[in-house]
């Protein structure tokens, strides 16, 4: 039979409190419970020892705190982590953790599968089959702080501190889910993220662009990836929809953008495609006005890829000339390539986005 128990996890404040009242218990005592759970990381009722036994006995029978099936997990020689993750209904997903000396950064995936069809990206050639859903998405933020042991709260620095919503799939086509668990995670009282150490990547889905800084008030990122309309309609087709003057405009009415906290520009560096000394002088014009920076991806490879990476020489050139224009652009180091972790490199379907241990 089916576990007909409520998971506790993902639910908001005022669910909690919904689910409390309907077993007779106070609004204080959903309190209590968001702070074990989003606090201590407590997933035993046995041990919310601010419950008395009865309580936790009749928690027992009606709720349950999960997280998500870890189905493999996989350890880069650079120190990422890959998991493959399994949902209840069987569906899978991936996460990636990237640290480095002092902190370390979450990949977490929004949809098994995407609905666009980007063509240096992985991901793009998976069938979309469903939206991650909130308590999904947060499992994995959670599961990330279970590995790190880091509940509760320790006085000194976590090692996780940073989530980029840059996994599978595309985060604003299912934006309620996302805000709902990123509004979990940036809640002062639990896993307390700042604002600034949360950044949603989009593809460039204009219409939610406003709600993304409104609702949920996080960093964002744009994959811009080409400067004119012909490339990137070709690129990233997405773009055919929402051209790149309809997202600009978005970018720079983006809610709470300035200069200490700017709109980052992802571009992929694709051989011979995108990469030229005038595609850099052009992307720097395009943004002019928009407090901006650049995050210059080198191509990661995947089976059958159309691609190829820009060479070292040609994407410092690109760097040197945006640095010219008054742009941060570092080259991003890739993480992970040996596990298929790489940005881009991310899919579930049959296999194909976990190689041979
Ligand atoms: N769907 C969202 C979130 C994914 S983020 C988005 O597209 O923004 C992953 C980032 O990696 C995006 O900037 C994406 O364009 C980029 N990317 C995709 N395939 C890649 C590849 N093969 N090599 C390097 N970067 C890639
Ligand atoms: Fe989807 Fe992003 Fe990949 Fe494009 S780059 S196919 S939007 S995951």
Known sequence: MADARIDL???????????????????????????????????DFERMSSFSRPLQKLMEERFVVRRPKVERDLASEDGSRKWLLQFEDGRSAEMVFIPDDERAALCVSS?????????????????????????????????????????????????????????????????????????????NEGLAFSRRRVTLSTSGVVPMIARCGDEIGCDLAVSLHAATDELRDRLVPINRRWPIAELMRACRAYPGVHNARRITFEYVMLKGVNDSPADARRLA????????????????????????????????????????????????TPRGRDIMAACGQLKTAAGAGFPAA
């Open 9 to 43: 996890i993902g639910l908001s404040r005022e669910e909690l409190v919904q689910a409390f009242a309907e077993i007779g218990e106070k609004p204080f005592r959903a309190k209590q419970l968001w702070r074990w759970l989003y606090v201590s990381g407590e997933t």
């Open 111 to 187: 949809q098994v599968g995407c609905m666009l069809t980007c063509q240096f990206c992985h991901t793009g050639t998976q069938k979309f089959e469903r939206n991650i859903t909130a308590p999904e998405i947060l499992g994995q933020v959670m599961l990330a702080r279970d590995a790190c042991d880091e509940w509760p709260k320790p006085t000194e620095r976590r090692l996780f501190s940073n989530i980029v919503m840059m996994g599978q799939g595309e985060p604003l086509f299912n934006f309620d889910n996302v805000a709902k668990a990123l509004k979990i995670v940036l809640d």
């Open 285 to 332: 014009a395009l943004v002019r006005g928009i407090p901006a920076k650049f995050n210059l991806i080198p191509f990661n490879k995947w089976p059958g890829a159309p691609f190829e990476c820009s060479t070292p020489q040609t994407m410092t050139r690109f760097a040197d000339i945006l640095a010219e224009e008054g742009y941060t652009a570092p080259i991003r």
